[in-house]
T-cell receptor, first 117, second 113 residues
Framework: KAGVTQTPRYLIKTRGQQVTLSCSPISGHRSVSWYQQTPGQGLQFLFE???????NKGNFPGRFSGRQFSNSRSEMNVSTLELGDSALYLC????????????????FGPGTRLTVL | GDSVTQMEGPVTLSEEAFLTINCTYTATGYPSLFWYVQYPGEGLQLLLKATKADDKGSNKGFEATYRKETTSFHLEKGSVQVSDSAVYFC????????????FGKGTKLTVNP
């Protein structure tokens, strides 16, 4: 089974531009979450999508947005880029059926490294 | 809100040394607890998990016990290897409808031969 894939793997943008990152979850997974990883703030939750609906959102400005398509693939968009947006953006997918386990294992992609100059 | 605090390191050990990485949490509910590992240039991988008090998660020689009374989930390994060098993250997930994970800041472990 193929893992979570993220494209592109590396991206360089300049301040003020916008960027779109893509995430393809594991086949059959319907929940996709996005995280921002920086040396200073660590891993911070951006948002989660399930069945094309945003189910939860972290504490990020409105410049950060996302969506999910009917095939569960997800994109996140950052508009008006700032230097502080430079980070590794990680996507995670899961099959949302906790059943008796009480949790869903999240499978992470390798991330997209965004550099804002 | 929920939070996770873990020792930030970095931690440097010799091969076959004993490893402990402390992790404590604050949560309003009754969370599930996880340790994730990130190898250089890769995403996160689930190392082990525990979903209720006194559960012991274990994998690849690593262990952690869910201690509700001390709100802790410390990671231990009796004998580390060079291949264990990575960044380790403690995380929690509440039992609501969302898959959101709350992470600690991460602990970088370097194991020297």
């Amino acid at each position: 089974k193929a893992g979570v894939t993220q494209t592109p793997r590396y991206l360089i943008k300049t301040r003020g531009q916008q960027v779109t990152l893509s995430c393809s979850p594991i086949s059959g997974h319907r929940s996709v979450s996005w995280y921002q990883q920086t040396p200073g703030q660590g891993l911070q939750f951006l948002f989660e999508y399930f069945s094309e609906t945003q189910r939860n959102k972290g504490n990020f400005p409105g410049r950060f947005s996302g969506r999910q398509f009917s095939n569960s693939r997800s994109e996140m968009n950052v508009s008006t880029l700032e230097l502080g947006d430079s980070a590794l953006y990680l996507c995670a997918s899961s099959f949302p059926d906790r059943g008796l386990r009480g949790y869903n294992e999240q499978f992470f992609g390798p991330g997209t490294r965004l550099t804002v100059l | 809100g929920d939070s996770v605090t873990q020792m930030e390191g970095p931690v440097t050990l010799s091969e076959e040394a004993f490893l402990t990485i402390n992790c404590t949490y604050t949560a309003t509910g009754y969370p599930s607890l996880f340790w994730y590992v990130q190898y250089p240039g890769e995403g996160l991988q689930l190392l082990l998990k525990a979903t209720k008090a006194d559960d012991k998660g274990s994998n690849k020689g690593f262990e952690a016990t869910y201690r509700k009374e001390t709100t802790s989930f410390h990671l231990e390994k009796g004998s580390v290897q060079v291949s264990d060098s990575a960044v380790y993250f403690c995380a929690l997930s509440d039992r609501g409808g969302s898959e959101k994970l709350v992470f600690g800041k991460g602990t970088k472990l370097t194991v020297n031969p």
